[in-house]
T-cell receptor, first 113, second 115 residues
Framework: GENVEQHPSTLSVQEGDSAVIKCTYSDSASNYFPWYKQELGKRPQLIIDIRSNVGEKKDQRIAVTLNKTAKHFSLHITETQPEDSAVYFCAATDNNAGNMLTFGGGTRLMVKP | GAVVSQHPSRVICKSGTSVKIECRSLDFQATTMFWYRQFPKQSLMLMATSNEGSKATYEQGVEKDKFLINHASLTLSTLTVTSAHPEDSSFYIC???????????FGQGTRLTVV
């Protein structure tokens, strides 16, 4: 089955700096890679996703890159703000095999004002 | 939109009783829904995949007779924790797969406390 590793587990940045979170996956059949943001006690919210037919996707201050050959993908947050503080989860799945997401271990991002 | 509603958000029950948690997709149909358990400061652990009109698929180590899942319609899946014990206390969260958007959206979660 799929295995997703996520690093770092915690990340502290100064407001305005960039944050990068990296994930690797094991199943070469995986073709859908979403990122979720979870604030304390709340539901994970889909913030951006990427499919295997593209290498990069951007939405305002957040971007995701995908390297299929190396089987890794990354989340980039620029100009971080205190409200970006949360736990971020990456995930991977094969859309052709049931859409069951395998999650990384999570990254606790702290943005210091 | 892609709104998933989960109820109740919190429940306290006595040991030995059963608790039912509902997961509804409010503005889309979901052939597939997923049930997770999340321990404090940990990732989401998939418990089972719920498919409309068929039996749920449980992950290894998850007791299907203890965690009963029913997906009777394209907008509703239920998880019943039977004969709950204190070790079942946890945050249970569902997600629904949106076939058109091709993404998963989460309910707000249920914090279960068994006393």
């Amino acid at each position: 089955g799929e295995n997703v590793e996520q690093h770092p587990s915690t990340l502290s940045v100064q407001e305005g700096d960039s944050a990068v979170i990296k994930c690797t996956y094991s199943d070469s059949a995986s073709n859908y890679f979403p990122w979720y943001k979870q604030e304390l006690g709340k539901r994970p919210q889909l913030i951006i996703d990427i499919r295997s037919n593209v290498g990069e996707k951007k939405d305002q201050r957040i971007a995701v890159t995908l390297n299929k050959t190396a089987k890794h993908f990354s989340l980039h947050i620029t100009e971080t703000q205190p409200e970006d503080s949360a736990v971020y989860f990456c995930a991977a799945t094969d859309n052709n095999a049931g859409n069951m997401l395998t999650f990384g271990g999570g990254t606790r991002l702290m943005v210091k004002p | 939109g892609a709104v998933v509603s989960q109820h109740p958000s919190r429940v306290i029950c006595k040991s030995g009783t059963s608790v039912k948690i509902e997961c509804r997709s409010l503005d889309f149909q979901a052939t597939t829904m997923f049930w997770y358990r999340q321990f404090p400061k940990q990732s989401l652990m998939l418990m089972a995949t719920s498919n409309e009109g068929s039996k749920a698929t449980y992950e290894q180590g998850v007791e299907k007779d203890k965690f009963l899942i029913n997906h009777a319609s394209l907008t509703l899946s239920t998880l019943t924790v039977t004969s709950a014990h204190p070790e079942d206390s946890s945050f249970y969260i569902c997600s629904a797969w949106h076939d058109l958007v091709r993404g998963a959206f989460f309910g707000q979660g249920t914090r279960l406390t068994v006393v």
